[in-house]
Nanobody, 126 residues
Framework: QVQLVQSGGGLVQPGGSLRLSCTASGFTFNDFAIGWFRQAPGKEREGVACISGSDGSTTFYSEFAKDRFAISRDNAKNAVYLQMNSLKPEDTAVYYC??????????????????WGKGTLVTVSS
C-alpha cells in the first residue's frame, strides 16, 4: 500500500534552518507530484510547496514560503525534501507531505490528495 514516511522537524531558533524528508513507497513515485502542507495550532491546514512529477522541473510555493523554503525530489530514493531557512515563530506547525494518484496529480497538488504522511512537528522558538 502507499506509504509516506516523514522525518526531520523539531525545535529550532528563529532564523534557523531545518530539512524535512518524505520517503514514499507503494506507488510509481516518479509519476506524481508531492506536496508539503502544514497546520498550525488553531488554524486550518494550508499548502506550503508542491513539486511536479517526473523530473520535478516545476515547483509551486505559497507566498510565505517563497525565498525561504525549497522543495526538491530524488526519484532514485523515492524521497522529497523541504529545506526551510530563515524560520520564524509563525512557521510553527505540524508539517505533512502528501501525494495523489491519477492524472490530476501528475503536476499539481491540492488539499484533496489521496495519501498523507503522519506529520512532523516544527517548533520555532527561542
Amino acid at each position: 500500500q502507499v506509504q509516506l514516511v516523514q522525518s526531520g522537524g523539531g525545535l529550532v531558533q528563529p532564523g534557523g534552518s531545518l530539512r524535512l524528508s518524505c520517503t514514499a513507497s507503494g506507488f510509481t513515485f516518479n509519476d506524481f507530484a508531492i506536496g508539503w502542507f502544514r497546520q498550525a495550532p488553531g488554524k486550518e491546514r494550508e499548502g506550503v510547496a508542491c513539486i511536479s512529477g517526473s523530473d520535478g522541473s516545476t515547483t509551486f510555493y505559497s507566498e510565505f514560503a517563497k525565498d525561504r523554503f525549497a522543495i526538491s525530489r530524488d526519484n532514485a530514493k523515492n524521497a522529497v525534501y523541504l529545506q526551510m531557512n530563515s524560520l520564524k515563530p509563525e512557521d510553527t506547525a505540524v508539517y505533512y507531505c502528501a501525494t495523489g494518484i491519477g492524472s490530476r496529480y501528475a503536476n499539481a497538488c491540492d488539499d484533496g490528495m489521496d495519501y498523507w504522511g503522519k506529520g512532523t512537528l516544527v517548533t520555532v522558538s527561542s
